[in-house]
């Protein structure tokens, strides 16, 4: 007999069936034995009676998460009975046959059906192979993999290329000091802080590519905003006539994807009592003005440079408030707060740069590049690097670059933002931070 799943159950009311998944819990009444089965789909009630001798002495003795097999018959719920919180809970299995694929060797450490996972940050994250299994944790990377696949889909549909880019490179991205060193052979190498260069060699030759891949940042943090690897969603695109096409793309991308999470997610996001909004047109100022905002509306003085994560969420508030907007663009940063590759702006104390705020937290920062060979080897020398470390990156300019601009946006920032998580490292399948390596 060929296994199907348990949402389709439903649909099968007085036929035989196998099912194949884990225990999600046990219930001993005496002489009937109820366990609720799970699978990728969704859980049911299965029944196990005494005149199923082989059957019930399993199941007097199973653990919960034991990986089983079984056949019965699928039956209405007696009246009254019914589980209206799931889909399948207007149904049963009587059980006529159970083997074990695979044992659980011991009791678990967590409750892994437990409808919320009450623990602490450190003992969910040390038991992840297990609290991953939890519905609401599972939720997590179901709207994660929305995110993924809708910010590949609205991409697509707009003309830009999927590419994959080395994360093994020869010179840091950002300059700086928070990167990765690691050893290549005979030669010092750096993990790839971001796949700018990559990305403008590709709208030399594709003229728009976006890429979904890893990033590393080297930075001893331990805040509830920041991991030493992630997933970016990046993007960029030729042609250009200023830096407010690339948010106006970007805008266009957002709202896709969000409508996406909310008409395919709605179950994972009820889990988390989660609202996703509507993306319209998003406000636009310049940081200049977000300080003085900050300095006027709350009494927040600052160093007139850049903004820290208290003036990201206190000009979120404001723009809730003044606009009922989640989000807001914040434009115009000073050249010396940002990579040597960023256009300056009329004034050039100033570039064509933003980011984008999303309920209290930066999520994407983006703007035009220099495109033209002798002011971006100028712009390197200016920021106190030498151009002999970019002959390689500097190549592509030498041979015609069109106006062009992108962004690098979190994956998992959105993912927080967009459930209320504490702490970004909910959203990572397995979070690399200062002290964890493993599992």
Same mark, same amino acid.
């Given at each position: 007999?060929?296994?199907?799943?348990?949402?389709?159950?439903?649909? %099968?009311?007085?036929?035989?069936?196998?099912?194949?998944?884990?225990?999600?819990?046990?219930?001993?009444?005496?002489?009937?034995?109820?366990?609720?089965?799970?699978?990728?789909?969704?859980?049911?009630?299965?029944?196990?009676?005494?005149?199923?001798?082989?059957?019930?002495?399993?199941?007097?003795?199973?653990?919960?998460?034991?990986?089983?097999?079984?056949?019965?018959?699928?039956?209405?719920?007696?009246?009254?009975?019914?589980?209206?919180?799931?889909?399948?809970?207007?149904?049963?299995?009587?059980?006529?046959?159970?083997?074990?694929?695979?044992?659980?060797?011991?009791?678990?450490?967590?409750?892994?059906?437990?409808?919320?996972?009450?623990?602490?940050?450190?003992?969910?994250?040390?038991?992840?192979?297990?609290?991953?299994?939890?519905?609401?944790?599972?939720?997590?990377?179901?709207?994660?993999?929305?995110?993924?696949?809708?910010?590949?889909?609205?991409?697509?549909?707009?003309?830009?290329?999927?590419?994959?880019?080395?994360?093994?490179?020869?010179?840091?991205?950002?300059?700086?000091?928070?990167?990765?060193?690691?050893?290549?052979?005979?030669?010092?190498?750096?993990?790839?802080?971001?796949?700018?260069?990559?990305?403008?060699?590709?709208?030399?030759?594709?003229?728009?590519?976006?890429?979904?891949?890893?990033?590393?940042?080297?930075?001893?943090?331990?805040?509830?905003?920041?991991?030493?690897?992630?997933?970016?969603?990046?993007?960029?695109?030729?042609?250009?006539?200023?830096?407010?096409?690339?948010?106006?793309?970007?805008?266009?991308?957002?709202?896709?994807?969000?409508?996406?999470?909310?008409?395919?997610?709605?179950?994972?996001?009820?889990?988390?009592?989660?609202?996703?909004?509507?993306?319209?047109?998003?406000?636009?100022?310049?940081?200049?003005?977000?300080?003085?905002?900050?300095?006027?509306?709350?009494?927040?003085?600052?160093? %007139?440079?850049?903004?820290?994560?208290?003036?990201?969420?206190?000009?979120?508030?404001?723009?809730?408030?003044?606009?009922?907007?989640?989000?807001?663009?914040?434009?115009?940063?000073?050249?010396?707060?940002?990579?040597?590759?960023?256009?300056?702006?009329?004034?050039?104390?100033?570039?064509?740069?933003?980011?984008?705020?999303?309920?209290?937290?930066?999520?994407?920062?983006?703007?035009?590049?220099?495109?033209?060979?002798? %002011?971006?080897?100028?712009?390197?020398? %200016?920021?106190?690097?030498?151009?002999?470390?970019?002959?390689?990156?500097?190549?592509?300019?030498?041979? !015609?670059?069109?106006?062009?601009?992108?962004?690098?946006? !979190?994956?998992?920032?959105?993912?927080?933002?967009?459930?209320?998580?504490?702490?970004?490292?909910?959203?990572?399948?397995?979070?690399?931070?200062?002290?964890?390596?493993?599992?």
């Amino acid at each position: 007999m060929k296994r199907i799943l348990i949402s389709e159950t439903p649909q %099968k009311i007085g036929e035989k069936i196998k099912l194949s998944g884990w225990v999600d819990t046990r219930r001993d009444h005496g002489k009937l034995v109820f366990m609720d089965l799970r699978d990728r789909s969704g859980k049911v009630q299965l029944v196990i009676t005494p005149d199923k001798e082989k059957a019930h002495d399993i199941a007097k003795d199973i653990r919960n998460e034991c990986v089983v097999e079984i056949e019965g018959v699928v039956k209405e719920r007696p009246g009254g009975s019914d589980n209206e919180s799931i889909d399948t809970g207007g149904v049963e299995i009587e059980v006529a046959d159970l083997s074990i694929l695979s044992s659980s060797k011991e009791e678990l450490p967590i409750d892994v059906s437990a409808d919320s996972m009450d623990l602490n940050l450190e003992t969910l994250l040390n038991n992840r192979t297990l609290s991953l299994r939890n519905k609401k944790v599972n939720a997590i990377f179901k709207v994660y993999a929305e995110v993924i696949s809708s910010y590949a889909d609205i991409l697509r549909k707009n003309s830009f290329l999927e590419i994959k880019s080395s994360k093994i490179l020869n010179t840091a991205t950002e300059g700086g000091a928070n990167f990765f060193k690691i050893k290549y052979f005979d030669r010092d190498a750096f993990l790839a802080q971001s796949p700018q260069f990559y990305k403008q060699a590709g709208v030399s030759a594709f003229e728009r590519v976006f890429e979904i891949g890893p990033v590393f940042r080297a930075e001893p943090h331990f805040t509830s905003r920041h991991v030493n690897e992630y997933i970016s969603l990046d993007a960029e695109m030729g042609f250009i006539e200023g830096f407010e096409d690339v948010m106006n793309q970007l805008e266009k991308t957002l709202a896709f994807m969000f409508s996406q999470i909310k008409e395919n997610c709605q179950k994972e996001l009820d889990l988390y009592e989660a609202q996703v909004p509507e993306v319209k047109t998003i406000p636009r100022i310049k940081l200049t003005e977000a300080l003085n905002i900050l300095e006027k509306e709350y009494n927040k003085k600052t160093d %007139k440079v850049d903004i820290d994560p208290e003036g990201e969420r206190l000009i979120c508030e404001w723009a809730k408030k003044k606009y009922n907007s989640d989000f807001i663009f914040l434009t115009h940063y000073p050249s010396s707060v940002r990579p040597f590759y960023t256009m300056p702006s009329e004034d050039p104390q100033y570039t064509k740069s933003f980011d984008l705020l999303f309920r209290g937290v930066e999520i994407t920062t983006g703007g035009q590049r220099i495109h033209d060979y002798d %002011k971006l080897v100028e712009s390197i020398k %200016k920021h106190k690097l030498d151009p002999k470390d970019y002959e390689s990156y500097l190549e592509t300019f030498r041979y !015609g670059m069109p106006p062009h601009g992108g962004w690098g946006m !979190g994956s998992e920032r959105i993912v927080q933002k967009i459930l209320g998580l504490e702490n970004i490292k909910e959203c990572v399948l397995f979070p690399r931070d200062v002290k964890r390596l493993e599992p």
